[in-house]
């Protein structure tokens, strides 16, 4: 490929802590502090992009669809698609009993697929203006 996407901003309380490839698809993690971890985070921003692929439908809610379970319904929300996740408790390693709340965005952008996890607090002004690629040409 001869270039990549990366976030286009980001919040000014968040640092950049890495990129995880997982099956072809990048991810672009941040979070409260700039060093890796594997503790919670309640300002973890990841945005992941999903390369176009032949097997993908070019239907962002069929997409969508594919991977997210049926019990977690998305809702349009202007060119997003928008899923809340239901609560649930880490183990005593991390926080102990604390719960975790995040939401996730999913949005097509000069023919590529995108989401986001955010933070559960994030209103629609915030989702519009960070949840937005910005494509990087590759130097050869």
Known sequence: MGYFFIPAEIPESIFFKGILVGGNAPNFIYGSTPLRSDEYDPLAFIMTWYPR????????????????????PTT??????FAERP????????????????????????????????????????????CVAKKIEARR
């Open 87 to 130: 609560a649930y408790t880490v183990s005593e390693e991390y926080k102990g009993d604390a719960t975790i709340l995040f939401n996730m965005v999913w949005w097509e952008q000069e023919g590529e697929f995108f989401q986001c996890s955010i933070p559960a607090d994030w209103k629609q002004e915030e989702i519009e203006r960070y």
């Open 76 to 81: 349009p929300m202007g060119k997003y698609y």
């Open 53 to 72: 692929r032949e097997s993908y439908s070019s239907d962002l809610k069929v997409f969508v669809s594919g991977l997210v379970p049926r019990t977690v």
